[in-house]
């Protein structure tokens, strides 16, 4: 079991920046990838960024490349979502989720077994 909660989100102005956590409780937790979606109003919850167990690979959409930081710290069993340059378009429920496995992540949200409650950011024009 891994329980999995999110915070940092809030309003944040066009241009600025917002550090997301995801805490987790678990045993698994260092075992597994992990991954930051984020569904905006209307459409669907889409991948962001994904990290290995170690942090030694990560992924990210096309969207936030060269924005977003996904980092991870298995002592603090926390995984992070570094966000600049924010943009309207970033305005998002953004959730973390558990990958079943550790060397390998999925862009599918369909594969992830275990996800937080969201936090919302609202990025102002």
């Known amino acids: 079991q891994v329980q999995l909660v999110e915070s940092g989100g809030g309003l944040v102005q066009a241009g600025g920046s917002l550090r997301l956590s995801c805490a987790a409780s678990?045993?698994?937790?260092?075992?597994?990838?992990l991954a930051w979606f984020r569904q905006a109003p209307g459409k669907e919850r889409e991948f962001v960024a994904a990290?290995?167990?170690?942090?030694?690979?990560?992924t990210y959409a096309d969207s936030v490349t060269g924005r977003f930081t996904i980092s991870r710290d298995n002592a603090k069993t926390t995984v992070y979502l570094q966000m600049n340059s924010l943009k309207p378009e970033d305005t998002a429920v953004y959730y973390c989720?558990?990958?079943?496995?550790?060397?390998?992540?999925?862009?599918?949200?369909?594969?992830?077994?275990?996800w937080g409650q969201g936090t919302q950011v609202t990025v102002s024009s």
């Open positions: 678990g045993r698994t937790f260092s075992n597994r990838a």
């Open positions: 989720a558990a990958y079943p496995y550790g060397r390998r992540y999925s862009t599918s949200q369909d594969t992830y077994d275990y």
């Open positions: 990290i290995t167990w170690n942090g030694a690979r990560t």
